[in-house]
């Protein structure tokens, strides 16, 4: 497959989360094709990326910056702390751009099956953040899973100490998502989240 | 999304063929956990790839050395030589490992729609080693596509001067289809069942 540099660049490419084998050659192949107008801007982006991030040390965001923008804009409520599994997540609700307040990143779930306890999710930091007083909501935003609700349940606990109240995003069908197409449990939590019309 | 050093990324991410924006941001979320264990490796393995590729001055394929490992291979038949498209259908062939002898890279088909004529493609080193002598089959392994078949038409014209047979991969090659996608079996069988052009 054209000399180990290659197969090593494949091999690298393919180890990403969205590309199997095949999409890893075709990007490869697109890449060796410019290599001055395509493959060393790639490079040269990810050497200054790998350098210049950091984790927010108040939120758990990613960003090259510590406070993280988010955290450091005077623009958003300081008091409404939404809190959610992965940056992933928190990209997400940046795009839908439907929070104004800012983050708490666990970094995941409580998950026997992923040997992850208490222990590994970032909570100090919200902790801190509650005793330094201005919280007035905590917005859990955790995935519809066994081990989100589970993650949920165990944060309303820990959360209880605290007078701020602490709400969880609505479940249910998916805006513009047709009732056929969906899970039994999403169409159980939809049916359970019921409310007046 | 956490600073323009973070977005730059996701951006040249997401112009790889095979990655929309949300792999782009889930491949960049992968390597930006771990700058130091998967971005600096790969960022490494893309400039180490960018300076070493070569285009191999007898065939046309992609490798880090010119004549390529394959043309330079003495185990390899260069009395047999099989012509592609695209690199990419080079390496389909040689994945399935179905042709023993070497290759011309066309680097493209005939297409009025894409501006390719004639000059376009790769064809003046396969004439020279014809010319050498030494080559006793020439295949053609192009897309059973319209282009595909007005390229293999042109070329049998232009090789007709020569006393050299020509045969065409048929057999087994779908209607419509790219020789890059198809299985090792596929690939073997067309190989297999080729005719005199
Ligand atoms: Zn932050
Ligand atoms: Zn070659």
Redesign the pocket.
Known sequence: MGGTDIERLIALLARLPGLGPRSARRAALALLRQPQARMLPLAQAMEQAARSVRT??????L?TH???????DPGRDRGLVCVVETVGDLWALERAGVHRG??Q?LGGTLSALAGMGPDDLNVASLLARIEQGGVREIILALGATVDGATTAHWLQDRLAAFDVPVSRVGQGVPMGGALDVLDDGTLAAALMARRPA
Chains 1, 2 share one sequence.
Do not use: F, R
Request: glycine letters at 6%; charged letters at 10%; one cysteine or more.
């Open positions: 927010c040390s108040s939120c758990g965001n960003d510590d406070p993280c923008t988010i955290c450091a800012v983050y990143v």
